[in-house]
Nanobody, 124 residues
Framework: QVQLVESGGGLVQAGASLRLACAAS????????MGWFRQPPGKEREFVAA????????YYVDSVKGRFTISRDNSKNTMYLQMNSLKPEDTAVYFC?????????????????WGQGTQVTVSS
């Protein structure tokens, strides 16, 4: 099993920045892929970004490219999402997720491990 714990959410004004963190423990793997998803109010969970722990390769949804940066610290088993120039439409519960192989997927059902989520609210 893999345990994931998110932190760093909060309430900010449009244009501000936040950094989310996701600490992983348990049966982690240096060959894993970790991702960030978000679920806006009343909507389905959607892919935001993912990173391969072994190669550092990243992938982003178009709506966050140039504003969000995903990164990882392998020594701390922690993944980050730096979110800049936040917009009200970024308001959502943000979840981190993991899969124990090297393939980056964007679909929710491809990730077997999930954190509990952290709320990000961006006011206009």
């Amino acid at each position: 099993q893999v345990q994931l714990v998110e932190s760093g959410g909060g309430l900010v004004q449009a244009g501000a920045s936040l950094r989310l963190a996701c600490a992983a423990s348990g049966r982690t793997s240096s060959n894993s892929v970790m991702g960030w998803f978000r679920q806006p109010p009343g909507k389905e969970r959607e892919f935001v970004a993912a990173i391969s722990y072994s190669t550092g390769k990243t992938y982003y949804v178009d709506s966050v490219k140039g504003r969000f940066t995903i990164s990882r610290d392998n020594s701390k088993n922690t993944m980050y999402l730096q979110m800049n120039s936040l917009k009200p439409e970024d308001t959502a519960v943000y979840f981190c997720a993991a899969r124990l192989d090297s393939l980056i997927y964007t679909r929710v059902n491809e990730y077997p491990y999930w954190g509990q989520g952290t709320q990000v609210t961006v006011s206009s």
